[in-house]
C-alpha cells in the first residue's frame, strides 16, 4: 500500500472524535453506535474502547465477534472503515490499562466497577475513501 494512503488514513483516524462501532444482533443485523474514539492503538491493527458490561454491544460481541469501526471526516468527507473481530477484555491488567482520570463518571465503582469492560478490536482489512477514490487493503 502506497505510504501517502496509510498516512491519510491514520490522519483521518486520529483526527476522528467518535467512532461508529457495529455489531451484529441475534437476527444477523448490523448494529450501530458513536462511541468516543479509542482509547489506546497500535497502528491499524488494534483499538481499545471503553464500555459497560451490562450493554447491549458486549452482550452481541461475546455471541458473535464480527465487527467494523468506521472513523470519519465530514468537512473533508474522508472516511476509513475497519473490518474485524471485537473482544470483550475484562482481565485487570488490560482495564487497568485503557482507564482514565474521569472514567469514574460512567462507571461509578471505580476501576474494579463489574460494570466497566474493555472493547478490544483487532482489524482484518480496510476501506478508505478520500478525494472521490476508494481504496482497499488487508490490515
Given at each position: 500500500m502506497d505510504a501517502e494512503i496509510l498516512r491519510i488514513a491514520?490522519?483521518?483516524?486520529?483526527?476522528?472524535?467518535?467512532?461508529?462501532i457495529t455489531s451484529v444482533d441475534e437476527e444477523g443485523f448490523p448494529n450501530a453506535k458513536a462511541m468516543l474514539k479509542s482509547r489506546e492503538?497500535?497502528?491499524?491493527?488494534?483499538?481499545?474502547?471503553?464500555?459497560?458490561?451490562?450493554?447491549?454491544r458486549v452482550k452481541q460481541f461475546l455471541k458473535n465477534p464480527k465487527s467494523a469501526i468506521y472513523f470519519y471526516d465530514p468537512l473533508q468527507?474522508?472516511?476509513?472503515?475497519l473490518k474485524?473481530?471485537?473482544?470483550?477484555?475484562?482481565d485487570q491488567k488490560t482495564k487497568d490499562r485503557i482507564w482514565r482520570d474521569g472514567?469514574?463518571?460512567?462507571y461509578p465503582g471505580g476501576i474494579m466497577d463489574p460494570d466497566y469492560?474493555?472493547?478490544?478490536?483487532?482489524?482484518?482489512?480496510?476501506r478508505m475513501y478520500n478525494q472521490f477514490r476508494s481504496y482497499d487493503f488487508e490490515v
Open positions: 491514520n490522519d483521518i483516524i486520529d483526527r476522528s472524535e467518535t467512532v461508529i492503538k497500535d497502528g491499524f491493527k488494534t483499538f481499545y474502547f471503553t464500555t459497560n458490561t451490562s450493554s447491549m468527507f474522508q472516511w476509513i472503515m474485524g473481530k471485537m473482544e470483550v477484555m475484562q472514567d469514574s463518571m460512567y469492560s474493555v472493547l478490544k478490536f483487532t482489524a482484518e482489512n480496510a
